[in-house]
Each structure stands twice: as C-alpha cells, then as structure tokens.
C-alpha cells in the first residue's frame, strides 16, 4: 500500500507539471501565434522536445517529415519564394543541423526568410564534443541573417519573435535559433508576449526615402535618351510590380531582369527584354552596352550579370534603388543611389518623372529582338529547349516553375516566360543543386491549386531525389521534369568551350531507370524519348493530379547554352553561337 | 622542452596595397558570439585586424570596440556598411586622428643591468613621460602611453637595448568636441 501512495503521488505531481509549460511548448505556441503554417523538419535526440510540443499544444502548424534535412531547408525556401512568407524547419543537432548548411545559404544569398530551429546538446556540454554536439552557430555565422544560441528557457519566445522579424523585414533572410534540449525541456515561467528587443535592427528606415536623392535620380532618368530598367529580386520583394510598371511606362523604356527578378515585370510585354547576364537574352545584354541610362531596382549587380566591372554601362549613368546600403558601389560605381525599399522608392521618384516616347531608341532595340531571337534547332534529336517551350505553352505560363542548377536551368528562364511575381523558383546566387524537386515541394505546399514544375537536370535531381516519399505521401501533383541528358551538362559545356573538349568528372554513367524508380516509391513515372510525343506526354502529366508524376526526357547529350557571356568577360565579349576559334579560359570563376 | 619563439620589433615591410592606420570604433550589443560576426567580415576580405579592444559600455547592454585595421582603403567603407547591417552591431563608423583622440599603451620589459644602461633606460622614460612599473635588480618594464607613433617612437629606442617582451594595448579612441563617439 505504502508502495502504491507513493506511486500516485508521483503522478499527481507529474499531471501536475503537464498543466505548465515547458520550453518547447512555449516556442511552438509562439510560431503558431507568428502565423507559421508548416515546419518541414527531421527527427532526433537533441530536438525530442520540440517535436513532442508539436503533438502536445493545439496549433495550425502543419509538420512534414522530409527524407533529408537538406530537402527541408529547400523546402521552406520553395514555399517562401511562392508567398512571401517564412516557413521553419526544425532539425536536431551535430548532423542533423550541419545537413541544413547549404539550404540555408542558400536562402542567404537568394535573400529568403526563413527560420530554422535546431536542437542542441545541453548547455553544461557544450564545448566538451559531447554526443552530437556541433557549434551550429558558429558554423552558420557567415551564412544567416542572423543566428540565435538560446540559453534561458524563458527567453524562447522572445528569440522567436525576434527571429521571424529579422527574417521577414527589411532585406530579408534566414534565422537559426539553436535550442540546447535543457532549455526545451525545462519548465517556463516567463511571458509568451515579451516584446522583442533588437536596438541595433532598424528595417523602418528603409521607408525614409532621401527626397533629394530621388529628386537627383529624376533628372538623371528625365536626361536619358536610351535608358534600361534592371529589374531585380528586391522590386519582387518590396511588391513594386505596379510602381515599376508605371515607372516603365513613362520612361517607355525597355526592361530586363536578373534570373530571381523573372515576372516581376511581365515578360510578355512588348517593353521587356527578358532576363540579361551571362545566358541571358542577347537584346538584353546588347541594350546593357548600348543604354546611355541603367536604373536597377533591387537588383544587386551580380558579377554574372555585370561581367567584366569595369566595362559594365561604361557608357551610362546609372541610377541604385536598393534597401541595403552596403550594396551600392560594391560591385559598380554608381551616378546615384536610393536607398530604401523598392516601392517606397518608385512611389516617390515617379510622379518626378516625365512621361515621354523613345521611338528611336526602342527601335534599335527591337530590331535586336529580331536580329538575335531565341531558338533552338528542331533536327538533331529532342532538345530541352522543345520540351521547355512546350510546357510553356501547355500551361500558358501560368504555372509555378522551380529549377535546379545547370543548362537546364538557363534554358528554362529564357524559354518560361513569366508574366507574374513569386512564381519563378531558382536558386541564383549560391547555385545550389539539388534544390529544384525540394523547392517545388515547398511551393505546392504552399499553393495547393496551382501547377508547380519542377524542372531539374538528371545529376541534381539525384542530390535530393529521395524526397519523392514526401511528395508521394502528402499526395502533391508536382510535376517532375527530369531533363535527361547522361551529363553534368553545365560543366560539360565548359569543357567543350574552354578545355579542349576534355571530359572530367561529367559523365554520369550509372543513372537509374528514372521511372522505375519513380514508380517504385509510388509516384507516376512518363518516358519521353521522342521529339513528336512531347506535348502528348507533357499534357498527360498535366492532368494527373492524385500525386507527382515524374517525366525523364531523354534529351540530346551534348548541346550548348547560348548566348554566352564567359565568366568575367565584358558583355560586349557575348558569344550568341558555338564560337569558330579556340576560346581563352574565362577569368572569371564560374 | 618549450619551444623558441623569436620575436621582434621590427615592423613587417610596408606592402603598395596594403594601407595601414585605420580606427573604427564601435557600438555593439554586448552578447557572446559579436567579436565573431566582426572578425569574420574583416577576414573575409582580406583586411587584417592590427588591434582590438573591447570593453563593457556605461550602459552594460552594450560594448564598445575599438579596432585598428589595415587593408584596402578602398574597400574600407563597403565594409564599414557590412559591419553595419549586422543585427548586433548599433553603430560603426571610422575616425580619422583629426576627428578623434587616439590612445593606447605598452608595456615593454627590457634587461637593466647595471648603473649605466638603467641611468639611460630612465631618461628614455622620462623623455616619453612613460614610468617604470616593475624595476628588478636585472629587468625593469616601462609603460609608455599617448598617441600610436609615440608609443612607437618610444619602442624603437629601446629596442638598441635588450628587450625582453612588450605589450600593447592596441588602440582606444573617443571623438572630440561634444560629438558621440
Ligand atoms: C551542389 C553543387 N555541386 C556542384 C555544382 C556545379 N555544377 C553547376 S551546373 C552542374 C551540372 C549540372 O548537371 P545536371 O544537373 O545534369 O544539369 P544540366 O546542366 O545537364 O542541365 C554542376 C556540377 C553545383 N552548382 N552545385
């Protein structure tokens, strides 16, 4: 009997401690106050906690088990890309957390929010190599927005706010909070509600625009006689669709975007020139040496799309609209600079801006439209080019379209015209393979009506192919087009150009039956092999709904992108077509 | 068997590229990991952090950092903007010696044997308003304190002694006028 009291009463006080709140509980209740809809994540030890809170506190979080923790940093990517808003991923710590690596810088260099949650050895361990322990903060110092090492249970729910405010305003990015499993686990007793405390974060001043900058930048613009408008991720992220329409329309001046700025401005339009840069359009690029005037707005000046420095627009003034004032003058030296977020910006400069025709100008132009158009040779066997303008037309570019990194990827940011924001998906400043299928899976999450292609060459798709299960299981109808073409094509193509045509480490001999495989996980699978079955095949996959379809287009092996513009060469140095001569290898680095 | 480090006084020969002499100061919220995130900027680009010191601002939420960097001038106010997008950092700003009083301090113990050389190590002292801090019967160690090229000056004269070790402060810095640092 003594033995039974005992007992009881220890389980009395253990109902009684389930009545408070441990840490954990106190950091979920937290997000789902912020709004987050979905945790892509992965199991383990130092995050037991946390994953527990996720089935102990009621809350409109969604959690999607991914098959690799890589996968779900590419995920939340895919679904903030498609709304504009952060998803978290939740890991555990040592390896779990380090898979996550290149996921997050990924969305570092891409400017996406995203918060990433990884569980932590406990605090009186670290620093002594215990079991899984990994110094995630330090590592990931120089590849976030800014990271969280949380040591008091009672702050959680602070570090939280604060992480998905620094992750969502200004130019936004990801935030790791890593969680030492004690401090999960321990009882809270503080305020859900303290507010956040961040004296050195100050995104408000993007909306204090320096009138007399604007008013400089208005008479540079009002001066021009063949001006171009850059169009860049930040006019996406500030919503400045509008405002850059009208700033176009009185400029009546032609407008190229970088890769992440595609549909920002609608490339359908007769004013656009389609994405510039090293494979970008060759009227693009060849108004960027002509224009006497570049006004890029939220466009960084990548060293892909700028080439050789100190020959970019050398004959222009050039005008900086950026919220990130370490951004102006780092790669170009501009004539003036706005600083400040990108609609804010346009909504003041345009009522200073004349309205006016460039006739002559956009004459010139369009005649380069003509002179270099897009194309790709219809003999020869299937080209990815077909397949791609192909889905083009039987989605009406209506569709959500995410990439993974290569030929492939080129190919379709010029053949996938984009009329719209927010639904072109590729990951341009880190280059990341392996991120096209995730990503897609993140964007369907987060549009469960829209159509979302997953365009990937057959070596990325196979750095995150696993993630099929997760598909598959929460029956998503994303289409998966594997352009197959048995090489590392990218890096092939350099080869080909560049080193005498000798293949190294390219030829990715061993691929699997990509249908088989697919269908082995239960996803649908469609072979395309020949050229005339293309928009039969692409239209099946079209209509099949009830989960992913993946289709392997068997695609010519050795095909070039162009045009080209070799790394650090000057624009005017394009190549539109395999050149005659042996190329110098490019200065540049990729 | 401890190892034998050689050190010297000489200053490592001036490179084109490479300028020297400046002084950001810093405001920064005083949490662990902040040096880190500074450091990590500077090294990525290449500048070389000649001195750092940090202390706990009046108000104990906060640090001030002083840092003397060498590098690229050019480079030098992208990365001050850098320094300043950090979410931990309240203000980074560069201050020339005209703005700003510039300070910092050595210690230099030096071998004092005898009536001769410990007659001529004190008048250095003197002449350089330094102290004698330590004084046995075969070392002594002087602080120097002033201006950079001061405590330098005051360095390379004792150096034509025996110098056993020395250590400086690196540089601390306070705007003139009523203007914040
Ligand atoms: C993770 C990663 N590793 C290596 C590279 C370098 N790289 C860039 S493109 C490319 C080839 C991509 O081949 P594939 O996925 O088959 O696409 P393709 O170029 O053939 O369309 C490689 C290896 C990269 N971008 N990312």
């Known amino acids: 009997m003594e033995i039974l009291w005992g007992n009881s009463a220890i389980f009395i006080m253990a109902n009684e401690n389930q009545s408070t709140m441990d840490g954990a509980q106190a950091l979920i209740k937290t997000l789902d106050e912020l709004g987050i809809e979905y945790v892509f994540g992965y199991s383990g030890g130092a995050a037991l906690p946390i994953f527990d809170a996720l089935e102990t506190v009621e809350s409109n979080i969604k959690f999607v088990l991914t098959r690799h923790e890589q996968g779900a940093t590419h995920m939340a990517d895919g679904y903030a890309r498609a709304t504009g808003k952060p998803a978290v991923v939740l890991v555990t710590s040592g390896p779990g957390a380090g898979n996550t690596i290149t996921g997050i810088m990924t969305a570092q260099m891409d400017s996406v929010p995203m918060i990433i949650i990884t569980g932590q050895q406990v605090t009186w361990m670290l620093g002594l190599d215990a079991f899984q322990e990994a110094d995630i903060f330090g590592i990931t110092i120089p590849v976030v927005k800014h990271n969280f090492l949380v040591r008091e249970t009672n702050e959680l729910p602070r570090i939280a706010r604060e992480a998905h405010h620094i992750a969502t305003t200004g130019r936004p990015g990801p935030v790791l909070i890593d969680v030492p499993k004690n401090v999960s686990q321990s009882d809270f007793s503080g305020d859900l509600d303290s507010p956040i405390d961040l004296p050195g974060y100050k995104p408000e001043l993007a909306y204090e625009i320096d009138q007399a900058d604007v008013e400089q930048a208005a008479l540079l613009i009002n001066a021009a006689k063949k001006p171009v408008i850059l169009a860049g991720h930040g006019a996406m992220i500030a919503g400045a669709e509008a405002e850059l329409m009208e700033l176009a329309t009185r400029m009546d001046s032609p407008v190229t975007s970088t890769l992440l700025g595609k549909g920002v401005f609608p490339e359908d339009h007769p004013l656009s020139l389609g994405m510039l840069g090293m494979h970008g359009t060759a009227y693009a690029n060849k108004a960027m040496c002509e224009c006497d005037l570049i006004v890029n707005i939220g466009s960084r000046f990548d060293d892909r799309i700028i080439g050789q420095a100190d020959k970019f627009g050398a004959q222009a003034k050039i005008v900086h609209i950026d919220i990130d004032p370490s951004e102006i003058n780092k790669m170009i030296k501009v004539d003036q600079e706005v600083i400040g977020d990108a609609k804010a910006v346009l909504k003041a400069l345009n009522p200073l801006v004349e309205g006016k025709s460039n006739e002559e100008w956009n004459e010139a132009v369009n005649a380069n439209k003509k002179k270099f158009p897009l194309g790709y040779k219809k003999q020869g066997g299937l080209r990815m080019q077909q397949v791609l303008d192909e889905i083009y037309e039987l989605t009406n570019g209506d569709a959500i379209v995410t990439t993974d990194v290569g030929q492939h990827q080129m190919w379709a940011a010029q053949f996938y015209k984009n009329r719209d924001s927010w639904k072109w998906i590729s990951s341009g400043g880190a280059g990341t393979m392996g991120f096209g299928f995730p990503s897609a899976i993140g964007a369907q999450f987060a549009c469960p009506d829209e159509t979302v292609i997953a365009v990937c060459g057959d070596g990325g798709f196979q750095m995150t192919l696993c993630e099929i299960a997760t598909a598959v299981i929460h029956k998503l109808p994303v289409k998966i087009l594997v352009l197959n073409n048995h090489y590392l094509g990218m890096v092939r193509q350099w080869q080909e150009l560049f080193f005498d045509n000798r293949e190294s480490g390219v030829d990715l001999e061993g691929n699997p039956d990509f249908v088989k495989l697919a269908e082995s996980y239960g996803c649908k699978g469609i072979n395309i092999k020949r050229q005339a079955d293309v928009g039969k095949k692409l239209q099946e996959a079209l209509d099949y709904n009830d989960g992913p379809v993946l289709i392997n287009a068997e695609c010519v092996k050795t095909d070039n992108v162009f045009p080209m513009i070799p790394a650090g060469a000057a624009l005017e140095d394009m190549l539109t077509e395999p050149p005659k001569h042996k190329m110098a290898k490019p200065v540049g680095s990729t | ?181």
Request: aromatic share 4%.
């Open chain 2, 1 to 181: 068997m401890a190892r034998d480090i050689k050190t010297t006084d000489k200053k490592p020969a001036p490179r084109a590229d490479i300028i020297g002499g400046h002084t950001l100061s810093m405001y920064v919220v005083n949490e662990p990991g902040v040096l880190m995130r500074i450091c990590q900027i500077f090294a990525r680009r290449a500048y070389n952090i000649d001195s750092v010191v940090v202390s706990q601002g009046r108000d104990p939420a906060f640090s001030r950092l002083t840092l003397g960097i060498s590098g690229d001038p050019a480079g030098l106010h992208q990365i001050i903007l850098q320094c300043n997008k950090l979410v931990d950092v309240i203000h980074c700003s560069e201050h020339t010696s005209q703005q700003a009083v510039v300070r910092e301090m050595a210690l230099i113990k030096v071998k004092a044997e005898g009536p001769e050389t410990r007659t001529e190590l004190l008048q250095i002292v003197e002449h350089f308003g330094g102290k004698t801090v330590d004084l046995t019967e075969s070392s002594m160690i002087i602080r120097i304190e002033g201006a950079s090229d001061k405590v330098d000056a005051a360095t390379r004269l004792l150096a034509s002694y025996e110098i056993i070790e020395t250590v400086r402060t690196g540089k601390v810095l306070m705007a003139r006028g009523e203007v914040a640092t």
